[in-house]
């Protein structure tokens, strides 16, 4: 049996020293797995929550959005940021240049599950024509006063606050109408790899999140506008 011979030579500030080491190094590897297999920071999920995405001239071909030249942006009842941005974007909106479209599309993801379970509740409202005007109510409504708007009760009790025909609303949204858009915002919403709101797709071509403030941002937005009318494929 070998025996381990302990060098009583070293001095105890090497030994300290030494597994302060070994902790740190323990400390780093335990951060380093949790990162790669727990929070998958440096998997494709997270590649996708980067500030910018490029689509490729290719795929850009077969985009689920119709309108050119136009900005899309992607939101939720559900997101903070949204909420936030909301009057810096309806600012930004009225003065983009002549020919250039502007359209709020609620993310649609994950079988309507998270952020997404309110994507049926801003196609209804939007087929009814009232979406826009009432988007602030509904964003106080899930972000601040916490109210359950995917029970389907407390939802219809909670459109009568605000005079809104229940009726007509439970009509429409089972119209085709809505469905159709529903799938719509799936598909840009897979399409884009949208993971995260608010997202802002550029002319079918770029997805940016918000990374600076706002008035650089919308300088930012209005560049790759332009960049995507100069470059052809």
Known sequence: MDLVVIDMNVKPITIVIYSLFLIILSSLMTVLFYHVFVFKTFSQEAENNAAF???SYEKVLSSPIKENNSIIEVLSYGCHYCSVLDDDISQFAKKLPEGVSFKATHLNINNGEGLSAYAPIFA???QMGIESELRKVFYDAVINRK??????ETLIDFLKQYGI?????LNV???KAVQDRLEEMENI?????ITGTPAFIINKRYVVYQDKEFP?????????LNESKQEKP
Do not use: H, R
Not at 147 to 152: A, K
Not at 216 to 224: G, H, K, N, P, V
């Open 53 to 55: 995405f490029e689509v």
């Open 124 to 126: 209804t409202l939007e």
């Open 147 to 152: 109210i359950s708007l995917t029970d389907q």
């Open 165 to 169: 025909d229940t009726n007509e609303y």
């Open 173 to 175: 949204s089972q119209s």
């Open 189 to 193: 919403s897979k399409f884009y790899q």
């Open 216 to 224: 650089e941002f919308s300088a930012y937005m209005l560049d790759l």
